[in-house]
């Protein structure tokens, strides 16, 4: 068999023919009749991510809920954990920090709570070994935690214009924007006070768009 090869965890897969080329490293402890399956032929429901063990897929809710019972013990708001290797934002208290009654600022609040944990992604590693697990930081705290609580006012200032004329959502808005800069100088600041990044950059519509989905930022 001549193959394009690409190593897929532990063994060789030719993307062209759509199937392995070396056999599973585990031999026949993977399959009991084919040496060149993958996870039992059923790729919908389970993943292999380390090319030696067959594990079932972790829905990113699942993964929060989990990540909730067993690695939440101090009743966080948020956090990033790691499903499978796959990194996964969880905001397990909604409504933010302050009182929110405001429908519109609840909804722009639990938005931007979701763009805090997805700054932290680029500033953690996960064990793709590990079904469920926290991130291994790959830079002090209070450095990740200092651009997500700039991502997170960032976010609640750009789409605070959809409030319209609804005085009670920008009171609540600012609010929690007052908690939320407490929260970034004081990480920040043991942070050694690091350069800014660049800042995600939002379509310019109204929020929440009509599929329900946040908006993607887009490229600055």
Known sequence: MICSLNTVCSAMYDP?????????????????????????????RFLDPSGLACQPEISDKKCCED???FFNPGRSQ?????????????????????????PD????????SFV?????????????????????????LPATECHAFRAQIHCIEFFSRNCGSSNNCERELEEELIELGKLRDENCGNAGNP??????????????????????PEPR
């Not at 948020?78 to 405001?102: H, Y």
């Not at 600022?105 to 931007?112: F, L, P, R, S």
């Open 78 to 102: 948020g956090g990033t954990m790691c499903c499978l290797g796959r990194k996964v934002s969880c905001v397990w208290v909604l409504g933010g920090r302050t009182d929110v009654n405001d």
């Open 195 to 216: 350069p800014p990044r660049s800042l995600p950059v939002w379509p310019q519509r109204v929020f929440p768009p009509s599929d329900g989905e946040p908006p993607s």
């Open 116 to 140: 805090h944990e997805d700054s932290h992604h680029q500033d953690v590693e996960c064990n793709p070994d590990r079904p469920i697990d926290r991130p291994r930081p790959i830079i002090p």
């Open 67 to 69: 990540g909730d019972t």
């Open 105 to 112: 600022a609840k909804e722009i609040i639990d938005h931007c």
């Open 16 to 44: 062209a023919l759509g199937r392995f080329c070396s056999r599973d490293p585990i031999g026949y402890e993977g399959s009991k009749w084919d040496l060149y399956a993958y996870v039992d032929g059923m790729p919908t």
